[in-house]
């Protein structure tokens, strides 16, 4: 069992920043892909990053490429999302995923595990 305990959402005004982490405890595995995912008010859950455990590869959703950087610190097994050129279309609910594997995926329902959420709003 692995649990996730995402924190660092909150209000910014667009073109602000913020960091999201993603603290990863109990059972982690060597081969792991974590990923984040966000999700607004009727709206489906997305994709918006993922990374190899290894840091080997990295996926991005085009709507964040540029934007946003995904990376990990293993020794800490943390994840974070730095999100630079916040836009008001980035408010949502961002989540913390984790699955077994060496590639990135982009399907949310592949992934075993998720932390419960951080709220970020972007205002105009």
């Known amino acids: 069992q692995v649990q996730l305990v995402e924190s660092g959402g909150g209000l910014v005004q667009a073109g602000g920043s913020l960091r999201l982490s993603c603290a990863a405890s109990g059972r982690t595995f060597s081969s792991t892909v974590m990923g984040w995912f966000r999700q607004a008010p009727e709206k489906e859950r997305e994709f918006v990053a993922a990374?190899?455990?290894?840091?080997?590869?990295?996926n991005y959703a085009d709507s964040v490429k540029g934007r946003f950087t995904i990376s990990r610190d293993n020794a800490k097994n943390t994840v974070y999302l730095q999100m630079n050129s916040l836009k008001p279309e980035d408010t949502a609910v961002y989540y913390c995923?984790?699955?077994?594997?060496?590639?990135?995926?982009?399907?949310?329902?592949?992934?075993?595990?998720w932390g419960q959420g951080t709220q970020v709003t972007v205002s105009s």
């Open positions: 990374i190899t455990w290894n840091g080997g590869r990295i």
């Open positions: 995923a984790a699955m077994r594997g060496v590639v990135t995926v982009t399907t949310a329902d592949l992934y075993d595990y």
